[in-house]
């Protein structure tokens, strides 16, 4: 067997791994880093290995038996930018208060807005403040993924269509809700009232 296939044997069981974690493996075999960046090129080009970004990949033989599982997915999307946590559409979706089909992986995170596309999928990522960067859970399972509340996930996406709620009032909410095609009705009624709450208060100290 060769080096080339005995790292990806090695590395066949990992949700993820960076260019790091090779040369690591590598130096048990006495091998330059040149000769593992090649490596990684043929595997790239071969399709054995996926980049979900610069310096950090996934094999095909992994991705593919996990690519269905909606678990995997919100957790790649939190290790890709740290820190992160699921929210607006995709934590609608996923709490099934909206029927809009969603293709994008949208997540809010402190840094700087970023998107990543790769065959994985694709990951939006939208900065908010750091006082906003809360109202999530971690959620444990064969994958653990930070993703906001039902309340969360709606005062996002709002707080992202509006431009920050600029020059928005509150009596709009319930129309701009229609707008959206949500019916909060469907939501548990705690989560309801927080997510007035949240509105209400954040409009009162930012109007």
Do not use: C
Request: hydrophobic share 35%; proline share 1%; glycine share 4%.
């Amino acid at each position: 067997m060769k080096y080339r296939e005995i790292l990806i044997e090695q590395l066949k069981n990992l949700p993820y791994f960076h260019k790091k974690t090779v040369y690591q493996l590598s130096d048990q075999y006495g091998l330059k880093k040149g000769t593992v960046d090649s490596y990684i090129s043929k595997s790239l080009v071969q399709k054995e290995i996926i980049q979900f970004k610069k310096g950090m990949y996934v094999t095909t033989f992994y991705f593919e038996k996990n690519k269905n599982d909606v678990a995997y997915t919100f957790y790649l999307a939190n290790i890709l930018r740290q820190p992160s946590y699921v929210s607006s559409w995709t934590a609608l979706q996923y709490y099934d208060l909206t029927t809009e089909a969603i293709y994008t992986i949208t997540s809010v995170t402190s840094k700087i807005t970023r998107d990543y596309h790769s065959k994985a999928g694709n990951f939006v990522y939208h900065s908010i403040k750091k006082d906003l960067f809360s109202g999530f859970s971690l959620v444990k399972g064969n994958f653990d993924f930070f993703i906001a509340s039902p309340s969360k996930a709606l005062f996002d996406l709002m707080y992202f269509k509006t431009n920050q709620f600029k020059g928005f009032r509150l009596e709009q909410v319930n129309a701009l809700l229609d707008d959206l095609r949500i019916d909060i009705d469907e939501m548990d009624k705690k989560e309801r009232e927080k997510f007035y709450t949240v509105i209400k208060n954040y409009l009162k100290q930012n109007g």
